[in-house]
């Protein structure tokens, strides 16, 4: 991350800790409240994943509710 161009990585925000750690656990209640929805098996090829993952991580997340929208979908 040697980059001047890059912003720097700020610590842990407390409030934006506590209100994603609160919205990952609203999904995790949702989906067991609807578990039925769900199908029991994968619809998924495998190894499907591996090839949209990126060479390294991102430097800059995306927000919470995009990452819970993709896991829901």
């Known amino acids: 991350m040697g980059s001047e161009s890059r912003k720097k990585l ?3 925000d407390p409030v934006t800790f506590s209100n994603e750690s609160k919205a990952v656990i609203d999904f ?4 067991y ?13 495998p190894g499907y994943l591996s090839a949209m993952l990126p060479d390294s991580a991102p430097y800059f997340p995306e927000p ?3 990452i819970l929208e993709d896991v829901s979908n």
Request: no cysteine.
């Open 64 to 66: 919470l509710q995009d």
């Open 33 to 45: 409240e609807n578990v039925e929805k769900y199908p029991v098996q994968s619809t998924i090829e």
């Open 10 to 12: 700020l610590p842990l």
């Open 28 to 31: 995790i209640v949702d989906y």
